[in-house]
């Protein structure tokens, strides 16, 4: 059984920060480049961030880029992202999984920010 878990999110006023964490269990993740997802309400599923094997190649859409930081742990097959500065529009459902083939999707982490 493969299994992705997102935690982290919560509520945050304007300008504050969260550091979500994404669990893998059944697999390894190691060699596969990872990302992060988000779900507004009413809106499709985004893309936000992604990080390759080793960590040494990072991208970000340009609505978050210098705000949110993604980073993985390979020894813990985790991968994290950490929000800073976070806005009203960063207000969505957040996931993470492959980020080719975006096969395991999980329940996400609701992250939810007040103006």
């Known amino acids: 059984q493969v299994q992705l878990v997102e935690s982290g999110g919560g509520w945050v006023q304007t300008g504050g920060s969260l550091r979500l964490s994404c669990a893998a269990s059944g697999r390894t993740f190691s060699r596969y480049t990872m990302g992060w997802f988000r779900q507004a309400p009413g809106k499709e599923r985004e893309f936000v961030a992604s990080i390759s094997w080793n960590g040494g190649s990072t991208y970000y859409v340009d609505s978050v880029k210098g705000r949110f930081t993604i980073s993985r742990d390979n020894a813990k097959n985790t991968v994290y992202l950490q929000m800073n500065n976070l806005k009203p529009e960063d207000t969505a459902v957040y996931y993470c999984?492959?980020?080719?083939?975006?096969?395991?999707w999980g329940q996400g982490t609701q992250v939810t920010v007040s103006s």
């Open positions: 999984n492959v980020n080719v083939t975006k096969r395991y």
